[in-house]
């Protein structure tokens, strides 16, 4: 007799069967979300649109019903608006972004769910807002991003996620702003960096990730500024750095991370500045160094390791306490042939070129030139760098700096060439040490 065992296929196969229809269903109510997601984020007003009104804002959805992404510019400026919570369905704007001139305007917290700006955004003359809560979705702006004249603004908290700016980014005339607290994701800036005319701004504070800025950074006319504190993760400056008329900056404190500023350094009108000791760590500037009008300004020690080779011309003039400025950056300089150099109007020993000039022998800093113990070749070099020994010098050892101050090679040469092989195109600063001196050259690798 064959005996029936317990059926265990036909479970299975209901089992498969369930499985099918769920995954069906599953389907069908994906494709219907998915429907609804195209249904409720259209892209629109291709022209681009101007709200000069609170009853515009409120009236918007049911105006333009399913617009999320604004495909042209959006404008928003008029007398009686107070806030932009009707404007809480937009995610994108396809071109500028403007918020200007709304006397009313207490909060942004309506564009909580933006999270592209394509083209400059700018939030200027807002006199009532006090914060930018509601930006907190943006991360990266691809252009210009300015903030003029928000006289209330407090601080800048709704930016913490903001990590780049693509253009220029200008804080002016945000006169309640004390440190730039809500900026702590931030690590670039394509371009300019510009921070001026805010009076109650004491410091940098709020600056902690920026390591990146490709263009010039200026600091202009902070009258309440005391110190640059927040900013030591900055190392490399593309362009200009400019520190002019804050009339109560006492120190320079705060940028010690800096070792590179690529177009020169102009110090000027800091009534109040002390010292320069904040720029112990800079050892190129790639143009004019300019310390001027600096009235309490006693001393140019901070800036002695700058290489000379990076710098185009010195303007030290009209420093009325100015008295040492014989400091190894300077003395260099002036000792090289046909160097532009301008000082005037400073304390005595620092009041002409000849009294630097006196100063740097008597205080036997060494006016060697590399060229006289050193020749290198080939220029340019490629994967090696021969260095000729000349006049009994000696290498105890060879350190290599790229165009932005970072040491790339450290050697204790043990012949007369060393491997560049590693280093990418462009222009390096070589010290040598010996012992008792260092001194710099530049070479290229191409």
């Known amino acids: 007799m064959i005996v029936l065992k317990t059926n265990k296929i036909e479970p299975l196969i209901n089992s498969k069967i369930k499985s099918k229809n769920m995954k069906k269903i599953t389907f069908l109510i994906a494709l219907f979300a998915g429907l609804q997601l195209v249904a409720f984020s259209q892209s629109c007003l291709p022209d681009g649109i101007t709200f000069s009104n609170q009853s515009a804002i409120d009236n918007f959805q049911a105006s ?3 617009c999320t992404q604004v495909e042209g510019y959006v404008i928003i400026s008029g007398n009686d608006i107070t806030n932009l919570d009707g404007l809480n369905m937009i995610t994108s704007v396809g071109e500028y972004l403007m918020i200007d001139d709304n006397a009313l305007l207490i909060s942004i917290a309506g564009l909580g769910n933006l999270t592209h700006v394509e083209g400059d955004f700018e939030i200027n003359y807002n006199p009532s807002l006090t914060s930018l809560t509601g930006l907190e979705s943006i991360t990266a702006l691809n ?3 300015l903030l003029y004249g928000n006289t209330a603004l407090m601080n800048l908290t709704g930016l913490d996620a903001l990590t780049s700016v693509g253009g220029n980014f200008e804080i002016v005339d945000d006169d309640m702003l004390t440190n730039l607290s809500g900026l702590g994701g931030l690590e670039m800036v394509t371009g300019e960096f510009i ?4 009076d109650a701004l004491v410091n940098m504070e709020g600056l902690t990730s920026l390591t990146l800025l490709e263009d010039n950074l200026i600091l ?6 005391i110190n640059l504190s927040g900013i030591g993760s900055l190392s490399s400056i593309g362009r200009i750095f400019q520190i002019f008329n804050n ?22 009108s800091n009534f109040e500045l002390e010292n320069v000791y904040g720029l112990n760590n800079v050892t190129l500037v790639g143009g004019k160094l300019m310390i001027k009008a600096n009235n309490k300004l006693t001393t140019l020690n901070g800036l002695g390791n700058i290489a000379a080779e990076s ?12 008295s040492t400025c014989h400091v190894q950056s300077v003395c260099d300089f002036i000792a090289t042939p046909d160097a532009v150099v301008y000082i005037v109007d400073n304390a005595e020993g620092c009041n002409n070129e000849t009294e630097v000039d006196s100063a740097c022998q008597s205080l036997n800093v060494p006016e060697l030139k590399f060229g ?6 080939p220029v340019p070099a490629h994967d090696k760098l021969q260095i000729s020994v000349l006049n009994g010098a000696v290498m105890n050892s060879i350190t290599v700096y790229n165009q932005f101050g970072q040491k790339v090679i450290f050697i204790k040469p043990t012949g007369t060439s060393i491997d560049i092989s590693g280093l990418n195109p ?18 290229i690798v191409r």
Not at 311 to 322: A, Y
Not at 372 to 377: A, M, Q, V
Not at 426 to 443: A, C, H, M, P, T
């Open 64 to 66: 333009h019903p399913n």
């Open 143 to 145: 252009n210009d991003f």
């Open 195 to 198: 921070i001026a005319q805010n």
């Open 220 to 225: 202009y006319k902070n009258p309440g500024l």
């Open 247 to 268: 009339i109560q900056l006492t120190t320079l404190s705060g940028v010690e991370g800096l070792t590179t500023v690529n177009d020169g350094l102009f110090i000027n």
């Open 311 to 322: 710098i185009d011309s010195i303007n030290i003039s009209g420093n009325l306490m100015l």
């Open 372 to 377: 006289d113990y050193y020749s290198i070749y």
């Open 426 to 443: 462009g222009l390096y600063i070589i010290e040598i040490q010996d012992n008792k001196n260092k001194l710099r050259g530049r070479f």
